[in-house]
């Protein structure tokens, strides 16, 4: 039987990279989708509020693990084949979208009505009205919650272990398997998180403290 050693623990730690690329893919596709999504929700359109409230609703309302076994096994039986890789990223890309969209719409209905009343007086059309008025400043208000929802998206990549993505909670379980030490195995696992999630929990919470300041101004 194997020890829980140095080469176990840069096992490990390489692992974090995986996390990290997925984590990336997760945030891009998720945030160009939940813009999408966060306008759908807040446009003129009746039918786009419709379709965006449900997809909050059906990816919010349901667990992200049953997402990705969803996609994982059931791709293939419509005749798709997808990989651990393209599963877990079009999952979380998915959920994610779910969950950016939401708050990035309630950022954008934060800004004040006058705001918009005022862009149409200047007779913006909504186009303009979002792109030069509303979307700037309502950006600055979801700086904070959006590098806070980052958090929760890293800590979500370690689900795509489940359809053997090797992440860093994958990675764990390997190792774990051929030493039984799992204290320091997933002790390691979890310190490794930590460490990647501790820094973006400190810059949001100072961006939220900063925000506070300035509103009370």
Same mark, same amino acid.
């Given at each position: 039987m ?22 990336? %893919?997760? &945030? ?19 039918t @786009? ?6 997809f ?6 349901? /667990?992200?693990l ?11 039986? %419509? ?6 890789w ?10 994610? @979208? @779910? &969950? ?8 954008i ?7 918009t ?7 913006? +059309?909504?186009t303009?009205?979002?792109? +030069? ?10 700086? @904070?919650?959006?590098? =806070?929802?980052?958090?929760? #998206? #890293? ?5 795509a272990?489940?359809? =053997? ?6 990675a =764990?379980?390997i ?6 030490? /799992?204290?320091?195995?997933f ?24 925000r ?6």
């Open positions: 194997r020890t829980f050693g140095y080469p176990e623990l840069l096992f490990i730690i390489e692992a974090a990279k995986w996390t990290l690329a997925l984590s990336l %893919i997760a &945030f891009i596709g998720g945030a160009i989708l939940g813009l999408v999504i966060a306008l759908a929700r807040t446009s003129e359109s009746r @786009a509020q419709v379709l965006s409230t449900g909050i609703q059906i990816f919010q309302g349901t /667990p992200l049953l997402q990705l076994f969803l996609i994982f096994f059931g791709a293939p039986v %419509i005749g798709i084949e997808v990989n651990p393209v599963a877990a990223g079009v999952a979380l890309i998915l959920n994610s @979208a @779910a &969950f950016l969209g939401e708050i990035w719409r309630g950022c209905q934060s800004i004040p009505r006058g705001q009343e005022a862009a149409q007086a200047l007779n913006l +059309d909504y303009a009205r979002m792109r +030069d008025v509303v979307l700037p400043q309502a950006f600055k208000i979801a700086l @904070a919650p959006t590098v =806070g929802y980052v958090v929760q #998206i #890293i800590k979500g990549t370690s689900l272990a489940i359809i =053997g993505f090797t992440e860093i909670t994958r =764990g379980q190792i774990n398997n051929a030493t039984f030490q /799992p204290v320091e195995v002790g390691t696992v979890a310190a490794l998180y930590f460490l990647i999630c501790w820094p973006l929990s400190l810059l949001a919470a100072h961006m939220e403290r900063r506070a300041v300035a509103l009370a101004r």
